[in-house]
């Protein structure tokens, strides 16, 4: 049996049990098409008020345009010391600072002082059964950031205008950490909460989250899981709640206004998180401050155009589901085949290209081990990170060497159908509950990125594919040529990793391309593949089989591999749609190798004749 041969029946192997352990990711995304879009009930308060509407009225007319539920928070001391909601606070001494206490009091004109005067008590631990102030003996200043009373303004809007309810416990004093998840209790009891995050800097009770966690747990609240969110005692509590986790994306007016992100970034944001990241609950906030410029009708239109561009998509405007929490995926046999059967291969194989395994004792000893690691990663968790940290790598290498066994185009599909499958394997093992919802990082997206290209440069040196040796490499001056072109190639890479921010600020420009590119592809390909990967590999082919430039040749060469790892760090987002995935790597391929082309005909018709012009060509 040929390696060709042995080669493409071992893909088609690896091919069919990695879409086995990918069919219920795919049918679980296929099913997934629910989202929501969601408003701050104070922001949309104070645009209302400023554009001389009532509170209900604006909310029905964003309900009309697609909004689908509030978000009400648990107001602070700072808040209610601003006058924001039914209670008010002050010190019981000279200062904030005063050491005699805190007294709060619910607003004597409110038609909810009954329920708010016990929910304060509860709030506080307060056992007395009186409905007049509550005094604390905390000063002021020290609950300025936790939690007073919920925003009962906002619980009854929702509850009238029939949308589903975003609560947002506060922290708690030390001493009272378990009192955030009894509020819980108590606004769910009478409103019912249909998802919530806990606000502050922390969550109440960190350490220990067990009781906010066990409370929702308990009535069967979802946790609204903020993306980059940086608050301390999160993933404790994601850790808890899950699987019963909805992703979240949200953009704070802190960071809209220090980095300037514009309304049609936002929106672009928005529908990104959607459709790449499967986020399924949308915080659509309006300008920073309630700006003078922006008015209601601004942002009631905002929300219509985001709800059509999300309907655009396939998506359907309605509450979704914790899709995870009805069907914890779990790996499979078939998956760890896969992804072992994967790694085990492309260690042999770049082992035989270096000329260190050829004997059938080697073959056998892999493909034992092949088998074996199948049980362990399956076994330990320990083991299957690292082997998933090693396979993407790997798999990079191995779809680099084999596009570039020879300076011919034709050796481009086989490598890109080999990246393919391995991405497929890699992510049939790890498209499950932890990976999907992102409460465990991939270990090897950086290794991915680093370890490729020193494997390549590695063989080329000691194969000779670069007409030096390591020793003759090092051992001479670097040459002008070699650094400009390093320089060029870190500064395209360097551009794409700062491109690849998820919170990058946008030109309204590049908005409008990335939407006509997004109508036109639906699936936008990757920048290091488009503008460093694939035209890498037309040119440093084009350079061979011409015979020009053989010491610069090299760099074009690792540009290729870090397309290739760009292809396999796609697979490697487990939580983007696998479909969207795919169209994404082919869309990816063909942009990438016309950009190749167009790049090779500047060279050859240009770049060349200028360049015989100046002095001879040297190879």
């Keep these: 049996m040929t390696r060709k041969i042995f080669t493409a029946i071992l893909l088609a192997l690896t ?23 969601i408003s701050d009930y104070r922001e949309i308060a104070a645009l209302a008020k400023n554009s001389g509407l009532d509170v209900d009225e604006a909310i029905a007319i964003l309900k009309d345009n697609g909004l689908t539920g509030l978000m009400v928070s648990e107001l602070i001391g700072d808040s209610v010391n601003h006058g924001i909601g039914h209670a008010e606070m002050k010190a019981a001494g000279d200062n904030p600072s005063s050491t005699e206490g805190t ?35 905390m000063p002021a200043n020290m609950i300025k950031n936790s939690g007073i009373i919920p925003d009962i303004d906002g619980l009854e809007s929702a509850k009238k205008a029939g949308l589903r309810i975003y609560y947002r416990p506060a922290p708690s004093p030390g001493h009272l950490s378990d009192k955030a998840a009894l509020m819980l209790r108590k606004v769910h009891e009478q409103y019912h909460v249909d998802v919530f995050t806990p606000s502050g800097e922390y969550v109440s009770g960190y350490p220990d989250v067990s009781a906010i966690a066990n409370a929702a747990i308990e009535l069967n609240i979802p946790l609204a899981k ?57 915080l659509y906030r309006t300008a920073p401050m309630n700006t003078a410029s ?22 359907t405007l309605a509450w979704p589901d914790t899709v995870y929490a009805r069907e ?46 199948a049980v362990l990663v399956l076994k330990v968790s320990v083991i299957a990170r690292l082997a998933g940290a090693l396979t993407a790598p790997m798999i990079a290498v191995e779809a680099s060497l084999l596009a570039m066994d020879e300076a011919r185009s034709r050796r481009i599909i086989p490598a890109f159908l080999f990246v393919v499958t391995g991405g497929l394997a890699l992510a049939s093992f790890f498209s ?24 390549v440069l590695l063989h080329d040196l000691k194969t000779r594919v670069h007409p030096e040796s390591l020793v003759e490499f090092l051992s001479r001056p670097p040459l002008w040529g070699e650094i400009m072109l390093y320089g060029a190639l870190l500064g395209a890479i ?68 870090l397309g290739f790892s760009s292809v396999i760090n796609s697979f490697c987002h487990f939580h983007t749609p696998m479909m969207l995935i795919l169209l994404r790597e082919f869309n990816g391929l063909w942009t990438g190798l016309l950009a190749g082309i167009v790049i090779v005909c500047v060279i050859k018709f240009a770049v060349i004749p200028v360049l015989r012009l100046i002095r001879p060509v040297i190879s």
Excluded at 333 to 361: E, H, N, P
Aim: with cysteine; charged share 25%; hydrophobic share 45%.
């Design 15 to 37: 091919f069919i049990c990695a879409c086995y352990g990918l069919y219920p990711r795919i049918r679980l995304e296929s099913a997934n098409s629910n989202i929501a879009i």
């Design 103 to 137: 007294i709060i009091t619910i607003k004597p004109f409110s038609e909810h002082k009954i329920l708010l005067n016990e929910w304060l008590r509860l709030r506080f631990g307060i056992s007395d059964d009186r409905r007049g102030p509550v005094l604390l003996t």
């Design 226 to 282: 903020v993306e980059f969110s940086k608050q301390v005692g999160a993933s404790q509590l994601d850790e808890k709640i899950s699987p019963n986790i909805l992703s979240l994306h949200s953009v704070t007016n802190e960071e809209m206004t220090s980095r300037r992100i514009s309304r049609p970034a936002l929106r672009d944001r928005m529908i990104r998180a959607a459709v790449e990241r499967s986020v399924r609950l949308l």
């Design 294 to 315: 922006f008015k209601f009708a601004d942002y009631a239109e905002e929300v219509r155009l985001l709800a059509e561009a999300l309907k655009s998509h396939g998506f």
């Design 328 to 373: 914890n995926l779990r790996p499979n046999i078939f998956a760890a085949l896969a992804m072992s059967a994967v790694l085990v291969f492309c260690v042999y194989s770049y082992l035989a290209r270096m000329g260190m395994t050829q004997d059938m004792k080697t073959q056998i000893f892999f493909a034992v081990s092949g088998a074996v690691l």
């Design 432 to 455: 499950v509950t932890d990976y999907m919802l992102r409460l465990k990082a991939f270990s090897g997206v950086k290794l991915t990125l680093m370890l490729p290209p020193v494997l």
């Design 494 to 561: 360097g551009f794409a990793v700062l491109r690849s921010d998820n919170v990058a600020d946008i030109s309204r420009i590049e908005t409008a391309m990335r939407e006509s590119l997004e109508h036109l592809l639906i699936a936008r390909p990757r920048t290091r593949e488009v503008l460093v990967g694939y035209p890498s590999l037309l040119l440093w082919g084009f350079l061979v089989r011409n015979g020009y430039f053989a010491r610069y040749r090299e760099i074009f060469r690792v540009g290729a591999v």
